[in-house]
């Protein structure tokens, strides 16, 4: 004699479930667009004369530079513009040309009097961004965490034309 069993599967005679989620996703909150650009002539020759033993510290190496640090080791000059490279800066798109023209030129006379600049690629890759940096931190009252953790997600530009 043969048994037969049937086997009732619950769900089989029910509707399947459905699983509603609502998920709110955080909204992208707008990043500020601060920048310098804003400051004069003279509030700029003013931060230039007050930051200048931070940037003589930078170029006599008296102060701890990781740009400095980079530059001084070799294998850093040939590396592409990724965020270690020091190509990668941030810093000197809150500047206007004019403003960054004026502090090229304190650079070279402060630290390159030679008449043919033998520290342009020192200056654009390690003093120049060292100090936007320094002048932006003072403008908007920063520590340097808070101004490279702001100038590292600042979109380039606003985006209007």
Request: proline letters at 4%; aromatic letters at 12%; hydrophobic letters at 30%.
């Amino acid at each position: 004699m043969k048994e037969s069993i049937e086997f009732i599967d619950a769900l089989d005679s029910q509707p399947e479930p459905t699983l509603d989620f609502k998920i709110d996703e955080p909204k992208p909150t707008a990043i500020p667009m601060l920048d310098c650009k804003h400051i004069t002539k003279e509030e700029l020759e003013m931060q230039l004369e007050k930051h200048y033993q931070f940037v003589h510290d930078i170029f006599h190496a008296i102060s701890k530079s990781e740009r400095h640090e980079k530059y001084k080791d070799r294998k850093y000059h040939s590396m592409s513009s990724s965020q270690d490279s020091l190509t990668y800066n941030t810093s000197m798109i809150t500047f206007s040309y004019e403003q960054k023209e004026i502090m090229l030129s304190y650079l070279y006379k402060k630290f390159d009097n030679n008449e043919f600049h033998t520290q342009t690629d020192y200056f654009f890759k390690v003093l120049l961004p060292e100090l936007c940096t320094k002048i932006f931190m003072d403008i908007h009252n920063m520590s340097k965490d808070e101004a490279v953790a702001y100038l590292d997600r600042r979109p380039a530009s606003s985006g209007a034309c």
